[in-house]
T-cell receptor, first 113, second 117 residues
């Protein structure tokens, strides 16, 4: 009930391409869905987050798409750049539990120049 | 604004030894978290403090792990005795707000990489 499953495990795209990472959750009580970006040797940093009252949220080149009925959400990176090469984690939380996050397994993204 | 500070950055110990990690959160942040990140996995919450009280330690292996938050500011995480499976990066994070009903952005430190041999 608390798991968040993420795919793919690794992803290679060309510069300028679209990167898509998917996550699925089981617990219908989750109501906050952030994406974190992590570079080697650094801690994760919040990239973008969505709540289930909207189906899409866009910030610059990053977009979250959310499908409540399917219990799935995805991160789209448009015009991918080599500087986007990092590990991306989806996560989920229940507002009533404060900020306790359940993370997915991570996707290692490589953007080739 | 200074970020979350952690030390040491790296630690190598033998199994059955003890180890301690230190975290200094962002000034004024009420909530502090310790996560364990095993290679190739996402971070897993070990313990969450609000000010100097424990909010959630349900995933902390209490037979060997302990944590405290001194005066609601700095925190230490201790492992005693360490096992091979404790090899991981230990991340500290902090967030500004306290109390339930709010999901607040967490700011992560760089982590301490622990290797148990």
């Amino acid at each position: 009930q608390q798991q968040v499953k993420q795919s793919p495990q690794s992803l290679i795209v060309q510069k300028g391409g679209i990167s898509i990472i998917n996550c699925a959750y089981e617990n219908t009580a989750f109501d906050y869905f952030p994406w974190y970006q992590q570079f080697p040797g650094k801690g994760p940093a919040l990239l973008i987050a969505i709540r289930p009252d909207v189906s899409e949220k866009k910030e610059g080149r990053f977009t979250i798409s959310f499908n409540k009925s399917a219990k799935q959400f995805s991160l789209h990176i448009m015009d991918s750049q080599p500087g986007d090469s990092a590990t991306y984690f989806c996560a989920a939380a229940r507002e009533t539990s404060g900020s306790r996050l359940t993370f997915g397994e991570g996707t290692q993204l490589t953007v080739n120049p | 604004e200074a970020g979350v500070a952690q030390s040491p950055r790296y630690k190598i110990i033998e199994k059955r030894q003890s180890v301690a990690f230190w975290c200094n959160p962002i000034s004024g942040h009420a909530t502090l978290y310790w996560y364990q990140q095993i290679l190739g996995q996402g971070p897993k919450l070990l313990i969450q403090f609000q000010n100097n009280g424990v909010v959630d330690d349900s995933q902390l292996p209490k037979d060997r792990f302990s944590a405290e938050r001194l005066k609601g500011v700095d925190s230490t995480l201790k492992i005693q005795p360490a096992k091979l499976e404790d090899s991981a990066v230990y991340l500290c994070a902090s967030s500004l707000l306290a109390g339930t009903g709010v999901v607040d952005e967490q700011y992560f430190g760089p982590g301490t990489r622990l290797t148990v041999t």
